[in-house]
Nanobody, 120 residues
Framework: QVQLVESGGGLVQPGGSLRLSCAAP????????MGWYRQTPGKQRELVAA???????KYANSAKGRCTVSRDNAKNTVYLQMNSLKPEDTTVYYC??????????????WGQGTQVTVSL
């Protein structure tokens, strides 16, 4: 069973920042686009950000200007830097890997999720 291991979630005040990390097996990381999904109650699941092996990135409109996705190919790790966080960003964030997620395809692999809570 492939494991994507997320870390970095937590409680932060509005306007604060968090950096999420996700470590993947090298065999998966090296061939995959990596990304982050979230699903807020009452809303559709949303691809927050994705990054290809070559470093091309895409962001949800809600994330543009506030989030930066990056990957360290030597560490098989993908990151999501989130700034200017808002209460509506509160939800579970899932690391994903796959070959088609950059083009709105379904991920091949999911992490267990990490909770982000933005509150006073």
């Amino acid at each position: 069973q492939v494991q994507l291991v997320e870390s970095g979630g937590g409680l932060v005040q509005p306007g604060g920042s968090l950096r999420l990390s996700c470590a993947a097996p090298g065999s998966i990381f090296s061939i995959s686009t990596m990304g982050w999904y979230r699903q807020t109650p009452g809303k559709q699941r949303e691809l927050v950000a994705a990054i290809t092996r070559a470093g091309s990135t895409k962001y949800a409109n809600s994330a543009k200007g506030r989030c930066t996705v990056s990957r360290d190919n030597a560490k098989n790790t993908v990151y999501l830097q989130m700034n200017s966080l808002k209460p509506e960003d509160t939800t579970v964030y899932y690391c994903v890997a796959g070959t088609s997620i950059f083009h709105s395809g379904n991920p091949d692999y999911w992490g267990q999720g990490t909770q982000v809570t933005v509150s006073l």
